[in-house]
């Protein structure tokens, strides 16, 4: 680092305890330096030009820190200012440092980043404040980083490069203001044999990236305050693709916060439970049937006779040849039930129920059927995310067809996804 003047030292001799250095100030004018912090989760290093400030006077027996405040210029158009106090007999003792790095251009770190990343990078800029406060060996260290239109370039083999999913992770973080804020606290005891700064920095940068990549959904919620843990999950009643009103406002919560994330997509399964899926439909079929038969009939006869009659007549369609009679006859009982001697009388209901349920049994349901309502379950939630252009169609993807059991609350409940745009 160029200095403008030399410092003035003076040193005096203190029986027992060595020398006392006393400086009354060192000035930096037009200085250079290089500064290096590889404990950051993004390996920084860069050149400070036309650096300028000063330290102020200090004597290394007194208590009193040395004030410490320098500016300068990175590259071109980035700006680097340094100011806080220092304990003359070192670091350990007392330091309260402020760091602020302001718009510097991200390209320059690939060097730096290929080993820790594996990655190059392509475009953005970068703000650093870091705050690092010592006091009798105990560290308190604020890492805010700033990380603006961040494009990351090709990978680059390096044994020492992690394994993070950082396409993802960037496409989680960032904002609809191509701004990504972290915010890493440090804590630790410097008298500690075991203590490593950079090993602190990376475990939470690291617990940060894998909780963002494994919990994306939990994240999204808490963009807009949606403290849930099913915000990744839609229900569907069985054999119905139509989304309930409590779904249609979790989609419009999750487009809300999708929009706060340009750059992540979402990716929609198809999903039927197969046993449960498959009695519905066939339920619902021939109760349509049913219905249609009735409303065929008319007004004019009774609605019970109705459905008898249109029951007789499917049950008969379904089975050619096989008489009613046997199936009536287990339907038949004693018209007073308290005396067995009197005349047997049809349990109508519970004939036309049986008759129902062996339709239900016998109605077909294909693979094609339930593929098909699949289908129709992730397209019914493409269209609420996408219907009104609150996210772009782009952004959600069909994805397979998969199968579930129902849940606790015999819904079928339907996964999402999520993608990052472009593939990665």
């Known amino acids: 680092m160029g200095a403008g003047r030399e410092p003035e030292v003076e040193r005096e001799t203190n029986a027992g305890a060595g020398y006392t250095v006393s400086l009354g100030r060192l000035l930096v004018e037009d200085g250079a330096s290089d500064f290096t912090d590889l404990s950051l989760p993004l390996p920084f290093a860069t050149n400070i030009s036309a650096l300028n400030g000063e330290l102020s006077a200090f004597v290394t027996s007194s208590a009193e820190p040395a004030q410490l405040m320098l500016e300068g210029q990175i590259e071109e158009f980035g700006l680097a200012q340094i100011e806080g106090s220092i304990h003359p007999q070192g670091p350990d003792e007392f330091l309260d440092v402020e760091m602020l790095f302001r718009n510097v251009a991200m390209p320059d770190l690939s060097p730096y980043t290929a080993r820790f990343a594996g990655r190059t990078i392509d475009d953005g800029s970068l703000e650093l404040n870091l705050r690092y406060l010592i006091e009798a060996g105990a560290l308190t260290g604020e890492n805010d980083i700033v990380i603006s239109d961040l494009a990351l370039g090709e990978r680059i083999e390096h044994p020492d490069a992690t394994d993070l999913p950082l396409d993802l992770a960037v496409a989680l973080l960032t904002g609809a203001d191509g701004r990504i804020d972290l915010d890493l606290p440090v804590r630790g005891d410097l008298n500690d044999p075991q203590f490593r700064i950079g090993s602190i920095v990376m475990t939470a940068f690291g617990n940060l990236i894998t909780g963002l990549v494994t919990s994306p959904f939990r994240m999204l919620g808490r963009l807009i305050g949606v403290e849930s843990e099913d915000f990744d999950q839609i229900e569907f009643e069985p054999g119905d693709a139509n989304l309930t009103p409590p779904e249609v406002e979790k989609l419009s919560l999750l487009a809300e916060a999708l929009a706060q994330r340009p750059n992540l997509g979402l990716i929609v399964p198809g999903v039927v439970a197969e046993e449960a ?148």
Do not use: C
Not at 287 to 307: F, K, P, Q, S
Not at 356 to 361: G, P, R, S, T
């Open 277 to 424: 899926d498959s009695a519905a439909i066939k339920a619902e079929r021939v109760d349509a049937r049913i219905n249609a038969g009735i409303d065929a009939l008319g007004a004019e006869v009774a609605l019970l006779a109705r459905r008898r009659q249109v029951l007789e007549s499917l049950y008969a369609q379904a089975n050619p040849g096989q008489p009613l009679d046997p199936l009536r006859a287990e339907f038949m009982q004693p018209q007073n039930p308290t005396n067995e001697q009197s005349p047997l009388v049809l349990d109508e209901t519970a004939y036309l129920a049986a008759l129902a349920e062996q339709l239900v049994e016998a109605e077909p349901v294909s693979e094609a059927d339930l593929q098909a309502l699949a289908g129709a379950r992730a397209r019914a939630i493409r269209e609420a995310l996408t219907g009104d252009g609150a996210v772009a169609p782009d952004r959600v993807e069909l994805g397979e067809h998969t199968s579930a059991a129902l849940n606790d609350a015999g819904w079928v409940p339907l996964r999402l996804d999520i993608g990052r745009l472009g593939g990665g």
